[in-house]
């Protein structure tokens, strides 16, 4: 007997989470040198990074397991008998939805902890889609399904650890490449003023 069907993937497993967190946090500065022109020389530092901060914010997902929902299916598997001869056996596959608010991606990605047993699923749209396969007794299903949740919960709690820190990094990379471009900015205005100084007309935008 085991808990998950084997047709779901390793969660937490296929990227690395605290790559991600970095890119995060250099997409900082892209954001900074995508703002106008206006929006850097008249808006104030913490309006913009306030903007920046929630446009970069992670969410690690919350399990809501008070509201979960099942199916039974039937599953024809091979296993062996008792005599260890091979047979063909119709067992019941009990299918879960848990809800959970917060970000699909998280469910892809590799805490910095983990363990050598990752559990398995299917997180799309806020559902986190697990089974129980070949158990029919009520008590034994709720506890091989906790046993999942709980490993889920898990890296779940490594990953809300990971991305911790997440908003002030955000603003310190924000707030220094905001710095730069108003700078230059400026300086690029001394420059046209002086060309306008000079007689020349700027073209109109």
Do not use: C
Request: aromatic letters at 8%.
């Amino acid at each position: 007997m085991y808990i998950e069907g084997p047709e779901f993937s390793i969660l937490f497993h296929s990227g690395d989470g605290m790559a991600a967190r970095r890119a995060q946090v250099r997409r900082a500065a892209e954001a900074v040198d995508q703002l106008s022109e206006n929006d850097v020389l008249s808006r104030s530092d913490d309006d913009l990074i306030a903007a920046i901060q929630a446009q970069l914010s992670v969410h690690v997902p919350t399990l809501r397991r008070d509201d979960i929902s099942f199916e039974r299916k039937m599953r024809t598997i091979n296993r062996r008998d008792m005599w260890g001869e091979d047979v063909t056996v119709e067992v019941p596959v009990f299918y879960f939805d848990v809800p959970y608010d917060g970000e699909d991606v998280i469910f892809s990605m590799t805490p910095t902890s983990y363990s050598s047993n990752p559990p398995r699923g299917e997180a799309r749209g806020g559902v986190l889609r697990t089974s129980v396969v070949g158990e029919e007794d009520a008590a034994k299903v709720q506890q091989e399904l906790n046993s999942t949740l709980d490993r889920v919960e898990q890296y779940l709690a490594s990953h809300r650890q990971m991305w911790s820190g997440l908003e002030s990094e955000v603003a310190n990379a924000a707030r220094g490449q905001l710095a730069q471009r108003r700078q230059r900015l400026n300086s690029l205005g001394q420059a046209e003023a002086g060309l306008a100084g000079f007689g020349f007309k700027p073209k109109a935008t």
